[in-house]
């Protein structure tokens, strides 16, 4: 295995385990009803290949802060990511069964549990920011939460996964299709490159430099995952495929088909590694990871 | 009107000026989705008695802190709130198609909105925490973040709603209905009189004094709700009512009968003045509330 696959295999390790202890320590709290918090374990637990939080560390890391000290950073960007998922996935959404290779919570659960555990994630996603144990500086924590908004709420993610369902209904042009998936999946990874960026005190030069790269980067992943969802299969992806034309989502491959999309993700991966420009070797992590956004299979 | 019943419109009226304020602000970034904004202003504009930023205002004058200066806290706890009537009423969950005598978001939008509407909400009340015009210092800034999880998360409001609907299918003992209902509803109230705390600088024992009338009187309020819900009409109520048994909800008056329960309303109003011993004249309001509570006739 290459040094890249196992730094990303490595950050999911430790992502997994320490969402599995943030959770416990949560439950560990006998309020907590326990249908709550296994929905919870359900939705955030057992695989995904954890990309925010590698994003949010290796960031952070440029910046010579350590795995440890950006762990809070990466585990609410991680928890917000889950359950959207868990909501994205509810019968009056995109309707999923399968998730990961499992039942959605809503499936494993009821619907209830899976809007409340979504709300209870999202809510505690904050309370991680919030912490001491975050940053020992509150501006540098409130700083967090902001970013955490900007890429979660109503002009990020929230709002975008609001225009994909509109989009089920009327017909969206290329450039509303790239603002919409922008938002949707776009903010997310945005925020996470630059909450590193917020723990490890970065300049305004090197904080639109990385804001840069995060947006190229966000536009491969959402350019290949919708070439995934042409291409691979159900197998493969642990959730169902083609789903996209059976819902009539608006997609760029639905749009300029699967040739002109590929081309335009080679393109993209390119602007993501010219963006980190201003930043020597040390950024060679983040460069691979726009090319692996590209080339993943899963 | 006696001078209670003016601070309290007055509040509920600056109040919805405040949050109408809040979310134009909101809807003047483009990338937010109109019908997005639409549905968040149907959930949380149009009425509602505000008595959660009422809680926060009157806890913080208590201290000297001005209307203005505690107002993003007090919107924040109202989001919070109105989110979580928004996903309440989904019909997953409780089923509610009238809400304040208008139909809930779910019936004037649909379920996906409303859901999203809901999170969008959750998220931004963060939002206007971590917002400088909150307050001046970040570490009071992120002190009001952590209260507001609290209210609102699996061991408050979230995890009180889940206990809610396991209560539909498993017989509740009465403790069992006061710890439900303390998460419920009490933990949120509790937040609201705790966050106005925060802003004023109470020292330990006055947040002692000032948390144990909060859940005293949350849990007033919830007594008299229970009570409403039996003999009070939905066109007075403005929602639905008689829905605890038709839902098999499980209150305290369904366990202990509406004359039981009246007795031990009125037990609860005192406990909660008494809490409030520690302080002078100054908090007649707080100890109004309490009464207001038990007295309310919607």
């Avoid at 939080?53 to 952070?60: D, R």
């Avoid at 089920?168 to 630059?194: N, P």
């Avoid at 699967?258 to 040390?282: D, K, M, S, Y």
């Amino acid at each position: 295995m290459d040094e890249f696959a196992t730094r990303l295999r490595s950050c999911a390790e430790s992502t997994e385990y320490a969402l599995a202890q943030w959770l416990a320590e949560l439950g560990s709290d006998n309020r907590v009803p326990p249908r709550l918090l296994a929905a919870m374990q359900h939705g955030t637990l057992g695989g995904g290949k954890r990309l925010r939080p590698f994003l949010v560390g290796e960031t952070a890391d440029l910046f010579g802060v350590s795995r440890e000290k950006s762990s809070s950073a990466a585990l609410a960007v991680e928890a917000v990511h889950c359950y959207s998922l868990i909501h994205d996935d509810l019968p009056a959404m995109d309707d999923d069964d399968l998730r990961r290779g499992r039942p959605t919570v809503h499936k494993a659960y009821d619907e209830a549990t899976a809007i409340l555990a979504g709300d209870a994630l999202l809510t505690h996603a904050f309370a991680l920011l919030a912490d001491e144990r975050c940053h020992p500086d509150a501006g540098v924590r409130i700083g967090l939460v902001r970013e955490l908004v900007l890429g979660s709420g109503a002009a990020g993610m929230v709002g975008g996964q609001m225009r994909d369902i509109e989009g089920e209904t009327t017909r969206l042009d290329e450039d509303e299709i790239s603002r919409m998936q922008a938002m949707k999946t776009g903010a997310l990874i945005r925020a996470s490159v630059r909450m590193g960026a917020v723990l490890g005190g970065a300049s305004q030069t090197e904080l639109l430099a990385l804001t840069r790269f995060a947006e190229a980067a966000g536009r491969a992943f959402q350019l290949a995952d919708d070439i995934l969802d042409v291409t691979a299969t159900t197998a493969v992806l642990g959730k169902a495929t083609g789903k996209d034309a059976g819902q009539n989502k608006q997609t760029l491959v639905s749009r300029i088909g699967v040739a002109a999309a590929a081309e335009q993700l080679t393109r993209t991966v390119e602007e993501a590694i010219e963006a980190l420009a201003p930043f020597g070797p040390e950024a060679d992590t983040l460069r691979q990871t726009a090319r692996f956004f590209a080339a993943r299979e899963s």
